[in-house]
């Protein structure tokens, strides 16, 4: 296909804001494609070239972008940001100077598709040195045989801002749309529902095209990340009872970071909740798996906690987030803060999907095949009991040798990937404590003049954020990654949107856990709520903005703060 029939979609879906006409326009293209299992067509209408799991970027900076332009257009640079400074869109700037150059000489674009999907992939995946030239030929090749409209979409794709309002929701309905138009909506959350399985709409689409039967088909693969079964909060050992049934089995609750571990053959992978692959960064983790878990294949759920090794105490979770992020020098950090990996689930074992299986068995299978290493590797402590009483001294216990709370599973629950269902549910001391986004902050003044040191955060609020207040106490002077002034600058800045005198406007990525003493109604921020003293304690890089507090938990908190 020419990418100028390609480029004609994101412009009709650029144009209309309303949902329904979106997924329109991209249901009536996908159904009349051919190659539907063609991964290309998903990926490029997602702004990508690999599945949404991947992380991979293209890595071009706005600077390198105006770069390539130059280059390949033989505009000045000074011009191209002359421009930028009065458009604000690096892909519309594109257009601009390919039509004007492209005007006279009766030019009419060849360019396919395939070829713009194959040059993308090969300025991803170029590394090393001269990487950056590399990377700027194949940019620039592009433009060069690009029209004007092609330029802008190019440039926007390079640029991870393609502006055409399809968020991954509308992109799944349209399946639905597709090919499923008298059940619409059944068929979209049984979508939804496969999709957490594999996270690739590509095979979604593929299956979709082929009819329900291959939609139900979809199945987990292990060395592919599942989307992990979250709790749902209660605040008391009967309500967990009550929603779990009895008996029901009592886990602890350890502050480490969830890992899904993964084994096919010989391959072993470890995945974040954020599905991002950190296998690399742990070599232990992958060793413990090795030669204490049995199988040939499997997907395991459980918390990587880390521990001093010197005085074999856990260390809280922000100790262990530095490994997370760490790509070199990794013997060094894992001498300094070895993991344990405490399994609590298992959603395939050997070539079938245990998804479907009730929880107590699942547990019984784990048990089997995990031999335990204190230190290294183990099966959640667990009691089953249907009695308040044992349970309330099992949840004092977890509090007393420090752990966090308690963890109650439903027995005879099936997995649910993706969905925070009362399968789980958690018990913790009560502290008001949300996850919220950070969405603006604020320069210090004196010798924190440098740094950002109040922060603006926001919770969801209908596919949007809201203001909730302005927290500035909690970081330290120094500290790890995201812990402190300096460090939380360090994160900030390069999202920043926008400036005016000491207030910025930031991009919402950075998610932090916020404690307060009270929430009230408030005109000041635009939730309508506003918290007093409110206090960051924990940086969350494992938490995404769809995992923060809604303003319906917000008016719950506030309403209960009234009781
Ligand atoms: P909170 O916001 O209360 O601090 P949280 O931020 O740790 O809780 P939640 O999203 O409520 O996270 O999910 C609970 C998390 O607890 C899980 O994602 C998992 O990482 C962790 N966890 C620790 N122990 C267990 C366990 N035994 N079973 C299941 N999850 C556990």
Redesign the pocket.
């Known amino acids: 296909m020419l990418y100028s029939e390609f480029v004609e979609v994101y412009e009709a879906l650029a144009k209309t804001s309303k949902r329904l006409e979106k997924e329109k326009i991209l249901a009536h293209f996908l159904k009349k494609l051919k190659d539907k299992d063609d991964p290309k067509w998903i990926y490029l209408l997602q702004g990508k070239v690999v599945p949404e799991y991947d992380p991979r970027e293209f890595g071009i900076s706005r600077q390198l972008a105006i770069k390539a332009i130059h280059a390949g257009l033989g505009v000045s640079e000074a011009e191209i940001n002359k421009q930028f400074n009065k458009i604000g869109d690096i892909g519309e700037i594109a257009e601009m100077f390919v039509a004007k150059k492209k005007q006279s000489s009766l030019f009419s674009s060849k360019l396919q598709v395939a070829k713009v999907f194959d040059n993308l992939t090969k300025i991803m995946t170029i590394e090393g040195k001269g990487s950056v030239e590399r990377k700027l030929a194949f940019v620039s090749e592009l433009l060069g045989s690009a029209s004007g409209l092609e330029a802008k979409y190019i440039v926007r794709t390079l640029l991870n801002d393609l502006r055409i309002g399809v968020a991954q929701g509308i992109l799944r309905d349209s399946l639905s749309e597709a090919f499923f138009p008298g059940e619409k909506n059944e068929m979209a959350e049984k979508i939804e529902e496969v999709y957490d399985l594999v996270n690739d709409l590509a095979i979604i689409f593929e299956a979709a095209s082929k009819g329900k039967k291959a939609i139900e088909k979809v199945e987990i693969v292990p060395g592919r990340p599942v989307k992990?079964m979250?709790?749902v909060?209660v605040s008391a050992i009967e309500e967990a009872f009550e929603i779990c049934g009895k008996p029901a089995a009592l886990?602890?609750?350890?502050d480490?970071?969830?890992m899904m571990i993964n084994k096919n053959g010989k391959e072993i992978s470890l995945f974040t909740?954020k599905l991002e692959n950190v296998t690399k960064q742990f070599p232990d983790a992958v060793e413990s798996v090795k030669s204490h878990i049995k199988g040939d294949s499997f997907i395991l759920d459980c918390?990587a906690v880390g521990y001093d090794p010197k005085t074999n105490k856990y260390k809280p979770f922000e100790a262990i987030s530095q490994r997370i992020k760490r790509k070199y020098d990794i013997d060094l950090l894992i001498k300094k803060l070895p993991v344990e990996l405490?399994i609590?689930d298992i959603l395939y074992y050997n070539g079938k999907s245990l998804i479907e299986m009730p929880f107590f068995e699942r547990r019984k299978l784990l048990e089997k095949i995990v031999s335990t290493e204190k230190w290294k590797i183990r099966t959640?402590f667990q009691l089953i009991t249907d009695s308040e009483e044992k349970a309330k001294e099992f949840y004092e216990h977890a509090l007393e040798i420090g752990e966090?709370g308690i963890?109650i599973k439903k027995l005879d629950a099936p997995y649910k990937q993706g969905r925070r269902v009362g399968y789980?549910v958690?018990l913790?001391p009560l502290v008001a404590?949300l996850?919220l986004v950070i969405v603006g902050a604020e320069y210090g003044s004196g010798k924190r003049g440098g740094w950002l040191t109040s922060y603006i955060v926001a919770c969801r609020s209908n596919g949007d954020f809201v203001e909730v207040g302005k927290v500035s106490s909690g970081l330290k002077e120094k500290g790890d990654e995201g812990t402190s002034y300096d460090e939380m600058t360090k994160l900030l800045k390069p999202l920043i949107l926008e400036t005016k005198g000491n207030y910025v406007k930031v991009s919402p990525k950075i998610v932090v856990?916020v404690t307060y003493q009270n929430i009230q109604k408030s005109p000041s921020y635009s939730s309508g709520y506003a918290m007093r003293f409110p206090r960051i304690t924990h940086y969350r890089p494992d938490r995404k903005t769809h995992?923060i507090a809604t303003l319906n938990d917000i008016e719950k908190e506030a309403r209960s703060m009234i009781r």
Do not use: A, Q
């Open positions: 992990v979250l709790p909060k886990e602890h609750k350890y480490g970071f969830r909740r918390e405490n609590f959640s966090e963890m789980i958690k913790k404590d996850d856990s995992d």
